[in-house]
């Protein structure tokens, strides 16, 4: 099983970045998938989660209305499109199938970074 995580990188106030997972080794389409987030010294955070199907999506307080989480079945991936990004964003992002579940898996990261 991989999650691939891409896309992060530095961006500046107001900025905007999509980070992809590209995932392998299960069935994807039947897999909730997620994305998290953590600062250092802060608690992980679930940022936005979507269905299998991905007809519906969850998103946090904190970003609702500025992320929006998609994904292609085709092509075993699940995006995530950060818009008016602020510095309180900046975090190590996490691709997630499965939530916290028994066959739950997470990728290696993607750091963002959003500062002038």
């Known amino acids: 099983v991989q999650l691939v995580e891409s896309g992060g990188g530095l961006v500046q106030p107001g900025g905007s970045l999509r980070l992809s997972c590209a995932a392998s080794?299960?069935?994807?389409?039947?897999?909730?998938m997620s994305w998290h987030r953590r600062t250092p010294g802060k608690e992980r955070e679930l940022v936005a989660t979507?269905?299998?199907?991905?007809?519906?999506?969850n998103y946090a307080d904190s970003v609702k209305g500025r992320f929006t989480i998609s994904r292609d079945n085709a092509k075993n991936t699940v995006y995530l499109q950060m818009n008016s990004l602020q510095p309180e964003d900046t975090a190590m992002y996490y691709c997630?199938?499965?939530?916290?579940?028994?066959?739950?898996?997470w990728g290696q990261g993607t750091q963002v970074t959003v500062s002038s």
């Open positions: 997630n199938a499965g939530l916290y579940g028994p066959r739950a898996y």
């Open positions: 979507i269905s299998n199907g991905g007809g519906h999506s």
């Open positions: 080794g299960f069935t994807f389409s039947t897999y909730i």
